[in-house]
């Protein structure tokens, strides 16, 4: 079931509830379920990491390192990057008061930067002339 993007005190304290509940059931040091955690980072991402993890008694920094990865995309690797990869970039996923750096170097030791401020070009286009190019 997806979340609502404004999540409530109420989701804290039941998410409290159900690790209470987990937590009654398993023995100490088990892992908790990726599920738990992906609630726990959906709900400190609203809430704050400090004060999800002090109310449900959860790591700090395992908690803050999984709020980063809910919250920041995933990048491709670099090798499909090269000349002759595919990289597709979804310009309706770029917010209109973006502030990015794009950057694109050839092994050939050419290079390409864009600096979105607002608006997001053609970037498909911007690419593909660069890597054409001689």
């Given at each position: ?5 404004g ?26 379920p ?8 959906e709900?400190?991402?609203?809430h ?21 990865e ?7 690797l ?44 053609d970037?498909?286009?911007?690419s ?7």
């Amino acid at each position: 079931m997806a979340r609502a993007e404004g999540t409530s005190r109420r989701d804290l304290h039941e998410l409290a509830e159900r690790l209470a509940e987990w937590r009654r059931t398993h023995a100490v040091g088990a892992r908790i379920p990726d599920c738990l955690w992906q609630w726990a980072a959906e709900v400190a991402a609203h809430h704050g990491v400090s004060r999800t993890a002090t109310t449900l008694k959860l790591d700090y920094n395992g908690l803050k390192r999984r709020v980063a990865e809910e919250t920041t995309p995933a990048l491709p690797l670099a090798k499909s990057m090269l000349p002759g990869g595919f990289l597709e970039l979804d310009p309706g996923s770029i917010a209109t008061s973006c502030l990015c750096t794009i950057e694109f170097e050839k092994p050939c030791g050419s290079r390409l930067r864009i600096e979105l401020r607002g608006s997001a070009p053609d970037i498909e286009s911007l690419s593909r002339s660069f890597w054409e190019s001689p």
